[in-house]
């Protein structure tokens, strides 16, 4: 295994189990809404429809998001440009995601709305810019 493999899928070069595994395996509660953007990151590169659905609001929570489906997609890297705080309860994360379609580059660029509700962060929706 190589050394990199550790690492974790949202880019933070923290290992993984030290990043976003205790949230997407362990159910943990994100701290703070860039944490849980970066979980919900991880959670797309490995197809995980489980963590991704619960921790999308009620309100905007799509039925499925049939990951297991789109095998050409293939996420290949995130950069966080903004956390802002809100209020106790609201934050906003801006972000690139870059990923490849059949081998072609693209990216994704957001500002996300996220809201904690009972200590927990939840992602609203977002626009792309
Ligand atoms: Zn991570």
Same mark, same amino acid.
């Given at each position: 295994m190589k050394l990199n493999s550790n690492l974790c899928y949202c880019g933070s070069t923290k290992p993984y189990t030290a990043c976003c595994a205790p949230y997407v395996?362990?159910? $943990? #509660? $994100? #701290?703070t809404a860039e944490a849980l953007m970066r979980s919900r990151y991880t959670a797309y590169t490995l197809l995980r429809e489980d963590y991704l659905l619960p921790t999308w609001h009620t309100s905007t929570r799509p039925v499925s998001l049939g990951l297991a489906a789109d095998v050409a997609t293939k996420w290949i890297g995130l950069e966080v440009k903004r956390h802002e705080q809100q209020d106790a309860d609201h934050a906003i994360v801006e972000f690139v995601a870059r990923y490849k379609v059949n081998g072609r580059a693209h990216r994704l660029h957001e500002v996300s709305r996220f809201v904690r509700e009972e200590g927990r962060w939840f992602y609203v929706d977002g626009e792309i810019s």
């Open positions: 395996e362990g159910n $943990a #509660p $994100a #701290p």
